[in-house]
């Protein structure tokens, strides 16, 4: 049984906010916002579920919508230790691109404990929301709009093509000329999308795949893969249905892959007006990056 606050604590909390008579009525997760305002949508949702928001002293669900007078007080979550592999790699006025780690969620995951680069950010870039997501096994870039106009902008320059991710990925067995995959792909699966046999109607859903070099002893390809407009899995699901699966990609590639990282980096992203870049490291990729002559 959850334990209840005292009612009378709730008013003299300093977090406290009283239910004006314009705001009755309105969600609980929305009417949080003026406790909350660096936390998104998704934060707010978490803060109620994990009970640390009260109306009047009692819990209540994001769906609850409070009546005028009544008080709603939170208990904020404690701030995460960012991880020193999260670092800033390039900022404008508009725009922030972080250097994303492996092992590291992109955003909270409904029912997880672990800590995600969405709770880091409002410490990193207060008010900044993350415009694009990255598996958690998954390195490299993340963009992050730095005020709702930058991030509404971006969707419609995302939707006219004007935006260009390059990814890095070693891939099992030789690809001997570039490939474009255009497939569509089903992602109704919440574990694993399914690409299907017909092409997609948008052209900005494709993957075009290049060849950087060869490694003969291990029959593995590092390759470049870029795309304009991505959906869940997209590069990954392509590659596999293509016969070259990502190394270490254990939901895609062979039985035996479950074996060390996923050898998937997001290495530049490009928009108008704003470019940013992150080197690729760890063990797997340098025999392969030299042989290309490979610099990200």
Known sequence: MTERPDPDSVSASP????????????????????????LGLRG????????RVTVDGQIRKPGYRPLPGQAIA???????????????????????????PAGLSSVHLA?????????????????????NRLDAATSGLLLAALDSEAAADYRRLEDSGQVR?????????????????????DTARRRKTAVLSADSSDSLRAT??????????????????VIRKGARHQIRAHLAASGHPILGDALYGPPDASAGRL???????ELPGFTAEAPVEGDGWDSLRQAGGVTP
């Open 165 to 185: 991710k390059t990814y890095l990925a070693v891939v099992h067995g030789r690809l001997p000329a570039p490939l474009a995959i255009a497939r569509s792909l």
């Open 263 to 269: 050898h998937l980096h997001h290495a530049r992203i």
């Open 15 to 38: 977090a406290a906010h009283l239910v004006t008579p314009d705001e009755a009525g309105r969600r609980l997760d929305v009417l949080l916002a003026a406790l909350a305002p660096d």
């Open 208 to 225: 075009a795949v290049r060849p950087l070099s060869y490694d003969p002893e291990r029959d593995l390809t590092l390759v470049e893969a």
């Open 111 to 131: 029912g997880g404990d672990l800590p995600s680069i969405e709770d880091f950010l409002p410490g990193l870039l207060p008010g900044a929301v993350l415009v």
């Open 74 to 100: 939170f208990e904020a979550l404690p701030a995460p230790t960012c991880p020193p592999a999260l670092r800033l790699v390039a900022r404008t006025s508009r725009y922030a691109a972080l250097a994303k």
């Open 44 to 51: 707010r949702r978490r803060l109620i579920e994990t009970g």
